[in-house]
């Protein structure tokens, strides 16, 4: 095939060309919208590219070389590939979310010379992926990133680059022009390389089948790298006819709906799995989809059922797409009849396609029977890229892709698909090699031998299911999950089920019998509620207060018995009731309210797994640990508090408020409308208003015994029986306290580093947390942040600067903060991998409320086998609020104080079901339990503290919460 110079449409072009052409012939049609609304006509987008072709090749970046892009749905993404192209380098499209060991082995496969990432995406850092990456591939030269990180390293910024213009690549049609992702049957990746002529065949003889046109919207909403979103017909697709592509990273309904209303869009490709989240999120979501012209699905099976429902919820036409980047496509037709879209997967795109359905002799079987489908056609691949062993298996000799895909032909030549049998999983669409899974397994201490098997999932089309059979000892799943993502396996690609297995049972041949497997997972998980999660619907409303104000008036709004409102980095999250508790006793039982209770070696360890099969979807937990949890794991004799000592909701409904929106999940219908009416209501009203105080005073009682508790600790000290201790005296509130109207006046006037305000039933608190106890994100990233050494701050400049000078260099609190940070980072290397422990902000000075704090912070990533469970416990209490060593400390405790503290010093926490988890650390607070309400406060004392101005140092601290009280009115 070669490229004839000839203008119109059909004619085949370089891809390094096309964007020029579309320019020429579209130039100032949109071709491109995100999220936000931002717009880039053709002409625009083919600028961008060009400069940035011009950028990367003032950069180094040459023709035929190979640059890995892992890049999600952004302007960034398009204009990296145009550009890439147009300078002829061959783009390898990775997937957003593989993780570590994908991205090395693509990369050990492609040996790209460049890399593209996103700057800010989740909770992944990609940055410092690139770093290992750079380290560990010498021909990797350039790192572009499309943002504006702040520690940019060596990378190049995808915004910035821009040269004068590159030259012209002299592509045939035959060349490679980019390589494509394969799911994969085996341990290692296997990558496709597509060519200019049959990838430009690929999209634009697939946009006339599907009569994609100029006035057409494509929503891209699946990742773009993928040959379905990006050329079956597409991204790609769209462009080649002058119609607009609306890109977007969030594919949930409440997100991608009213983008849908927003952007009039016509064209959309689903896998099955979202395609049955969007149908069930028609029940509540009412965005105006009047515009959609054609939903297509593809990737994995349709089930006739969800094809009806689609058609019935979504109200526009439907088509099937099977295809795969190894080149075939099949597309039911527009104007076939109903029954044919809804039970086959269509037919060739191309007359020439060839299929062969074949049986396990690669005889071909009897016209409508079902067999292997092997194709061979003018643009399915004869090889893989950098393959010949694994060539000779996947490809006949005469050339025909072996699809591993078992597939029926009806009397009208349409295929359909009945299951497959290559040894992959196909989880929402998404491939994934068992072997790769199996072989992860494996190289896991006290794993003897592991299957991975796909089990049909009612969420996600097919879960991962793994049988092991262990070495010897109980395996525990939590672990073997944390184990695999330490190693840097995808996420997607982490096992959902996890059994163990005596004996494996075998086929007539010997062989494991994984289909019974499959049979023994379902039957495993029935009777379990792990396999029909609830699932939290969602809704998002555009609110004009602020966050913080907004939140204080829904907690007013709606007067529940309990709930907890935790704030975050400018977000207010209310998990609002209970749909399911886990409690631990004060014996260290774990206690779940559907009656399952657990005894684990430790109470974090019965917490993970109570919270392991917890039967919600995308949980987030809300809750709080008192003080004495902290008894159990130093086994200290507890005879002050009863129980429970941690108590933690999934709660029945959640809004997360930010800037501009509240964004709400509710797990039935009911409690959705009154959180929505609530928060109309609450938009509609003015800002809480505050009264006038109670004038609380800090000083009032306590005096002398306080300061004798001291005396007595510090001659314990001076006898060096421990280092360092807080001790903490209550003060009594004298009127019952509106406990919402003091939140919001006493935040007005601290800056914390978290704030809660929680209710349940008869207790009630609220606070501003100086530091965090420990945040634990999904991938693993461990931070704590011990702060000691403390000044007042008075509101005065001049004051507070002396006293800040003071705190810098007073030797008693250098020492003080110094032993906390060390063993701050003793404690995270229990949990964390050695190596990876930091001390990433040494001694800076904070201000919190009234105080001002000498302030560190810790780093590392969990170690092989730790969840952030682990990390919790071994950081539990924090060193701030308890002492050095611990154990002696929390001795001294309860030897001075002689009554339960509960809340205070304890955390409220929330945690994902992701992994991650954030405890805010409970100081400068006030409590209310039944009629009683109180303040509680404390020094770090140390041998040569004096009890004067601990005794100061306290009222400094209650003087974060004291003046802002306001009583109940009557
Ligand atoms: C698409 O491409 P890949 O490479 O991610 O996956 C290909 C495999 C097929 O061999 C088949 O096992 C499965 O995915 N598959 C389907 C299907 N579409 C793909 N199985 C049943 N029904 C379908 N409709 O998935 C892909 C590439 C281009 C367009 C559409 C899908």
């Known amino acids: 095939m070669s490229f004839p110079h000839v203008q119109n449409r059909s004619a085949s072009l370089p891809l390094g060309h096309c964007l020029t052409q579309w320019a020429r012939d579209h130039g100032a049609r949109v071709a491109l919208v995100d999220e936000s609304g931002e717009r880039l006509s053709y002409s ?19 023709s035929g070389e190979y640059a890995m892009m892992q890049m999600p749905n952004t302007f960034g993404f398009f204009v990296a590939f145009f550009a890439l192209l147009r300078l002829g380098a061959i783009p390898v499209m990775a997937m957003p979310n593989q993780r570590e060991q994908d991205v090395d082995a693509l990369m050990a496969l492609a040996r790209p010379a460049a890399y593209f990432i996103p700057d800010d995406a989740g909770n992944h850092d990609y940055l410092a992926l690139a770093e290992r990456m750079r380290g560990r591939h010498e021909g990797l030269r350039l790192v572009v990133v499309d943002g504006a990180p702040e520690d940019r390293r060596d990378a190049l910024i995808l915004g910035n680059l821009q040269g004068p213009a590159c030259p012209w690549p002299g592509h045939g049609a035959r060349d490679t022009a980019l390589l494509l ?152 037709r527009l104007d076939d009849p109903l029954e044919t879209i809804i039970h086959t997967q269509g037919r060739p795109l191309s007359p020439e396609d060839e299929i062969r359905l074949v049986d396990e002799e690669d005889r ?250 917890l039967p919600f979807e995308d949980w987030r937990a809300y809750g709080r640990a008192d003080f004495e949890f902290a008894y159990l794991t130093y086994g200290i004799e507890n005879t002050v508090h009863p129980g429970p000592l941690l108590k933690i909701a999934i709660p029945r409904s959640e809004i997360r408020i930010r800037q501009g929106a509240a964004q709400l999940r509710a797990l039935d219908v009911e409690d959705m409308a009154r959180l929505t009416e609530a928060i109309h209501a609450a938009d509609g009203e003015a800002p809480p208003r505050c ?47 509106d406990m919402v109207a003091s939140y919001y006046a006493g935040r007005r006037s601290n800056t914390p580093a978290r704030s809660f305000l929680l209710k349940d039933g008869e207790f009630q608190a609220y606070g501003f947390s100086p530091e965090i106890v420990v945040a634990v994100d999904a991938d693993g990233n461990v931070t704590t942040q011990p702060l000691a050494g403390t000044r007042a701050l008075t509101g005065s400049r001049e004051t507070d600067q002396r006293l800040r000078r003071e705190l810098e260099s007073d030797v008693k609190e250098i020492a003080e903060h110094a032993v906390s940070v060390k063993l701050a980072v003793q404690e995270m290397s229990a949990a964390c991998r050695v190596e990876s422990v930091t001390v990433d902000e040494f001694m800076t000075v904070l201000e919190r409320g009234s105080v001002q704090h000498l302030a560190s912070h810790v780093k590392g990533v969990l170690a092989a086998g730790a969840s952030a469970w682990t990390a919790f ?70 041998p040569h503290s004096t009890p004067e101005r601990e005794w100061e140092e306290t009222c400094e601290k209650l003087t974060s919460v004291g003046p802002y009280l306001h009583a109940v009115a009557d």
């Open 364 to 613: 071909e079987v009897p016209e409508g029977q079902t067999g292997q489908l092997l194709t061979r056609g003018p643009y399915t691949i004869r090889g893989y890229f950098r393959a010949p062993v694994q060539n000779t298996s996947s490809f006949t000799e005469d050339g025909f892709y072996r699809s591993g895909d078992l597939v029926r032909r009806d009397g009208n030549g349409n295929l359909v698909v009945e299951g497959r049998i290559k040894e992959q999983i196909n989880r929402c669409g998404e491939k994934i090699s068992a072997a790769e899974v199996e072989e992860a397994l494996s190289a896991l201490h006290g794993v003897h031998a592991a299957v991975a098997v796909g089990v049909p999932d009612a969420l996600l089309g097919e879960r991962i299911c793994a049988f092991i059979k262990p070495e010897g000892q109980e395996i525990d799943p939590v672990a073997i999950k944390a184990a695999l993502r330490e190693r840097g396996l995808s996420g997607y690609k982490v096992p959902d089920q996890i059994e163990t297995i005596a004996e494996w049972p075998l086929t007539a041949a010997r062989k494991i019998d994984k289909r019974r497997l499959v049979t023994i997972a379902t039957q495993r998980a029935s009777g379990e509620p792990a396999s029909t999660p609830l699932r939290y619907r969602r809704e998002s409303v555009p609110i004009q207060s602020e966050p913080f104000e907004m939140a204080v008036k829904l907690a007013r709004h709606l007067e529940a018995d309990r709930y907890v409102l935790y704030e975050r980095h400018g977000e207010w999250a209310l998990g609002v009731d209970c749909a399911m508790e886990i409690a631990v006793d004060a014996d260290g039982t774990v206690r779940r309210s559907d009656g399952k209770s657990w005894r684990a070696a430790s109470p974090g360890a019965g917490i993970e797994q109570a919270l392991a099969d």
């Open 691 to 737: 009264g006038t105080p109670t004038g609380m005073d800090v000083r009032s009682s306590g005096c002398g015994q306080y300061q004798r508790l001291v005396a007595s600790a510090v001659a314990e000290m001076q006898a060096r029986l421990y280092q360092k201790v807080i001790l903490s005296r209550a003060v009594d509130v004298p009127v019952a306290m």
């Open 44 to 62: 625009a987008l083919q600028e961008r590219a060009e400069r940035l072709a011009g950028g990367l090749y003032a950069a180094g970046l040459r």
């Open 181 to 332: 992702l394969s799911g994969g049957t085996t341990g290692t990746p296997k990558l496709i390389p597509r060519t200019h002529g049959d990838y430009f065949y690929n999209f634009s003889a697939s946009a006339e089948l599907c009569g994609f046109s100029a006035d057409m919207v494509f929503l891209a909403v699946l990742p773009a790298a993928h040959n379905f979103t990006l050329a079956s017909p597409g991204v790609l697709g769209t462009f080649q006819c002058g119609g607009t592509v609306v890109t977007t990273t969030s594919a949930s309904c409440d997100e991608a709906m009213p983008l849908i209303e927003r952007e009039r869009v016509t064209h959309v490709a689903l896998v099955p799995p979202l395609a049955k989240l969007w149908v069930e999120g028609r029940e509540w979501e009412d965005s105006d989809l009047s515009s959609l012209k054609l939903v297509q699905v593809g990737g994995a099976r349709l089930e006739a059922g969800l094809a009806r429902q689609l058609l019935d919820t979504l109200g526009c036409p439907l088509q099937q797409v099977f295809g795969m980047a190894e080149g075939l496509l099949c597309y039911t």
């Open 873 to 942: 416990e071994k950081l539990f209490p924090a060193v701030t609020a308890s002492g050095i060593p611990k154990k002696e400390a929390l001795e001294s405790i309860v030897r001075h104080e002689g009554r339960k503290r509960g809340l205070y010093s304890g955390c409220v926490l929330i945690a994902d079901s992701d992994g991650a988890l954030d405890a805010a650390l409970v100081l400068r607070s006030a409590y209310r339990d039944g009629e009683r309400y109180w303040l509680q406060a404390g020094a770090g004392l140390v």
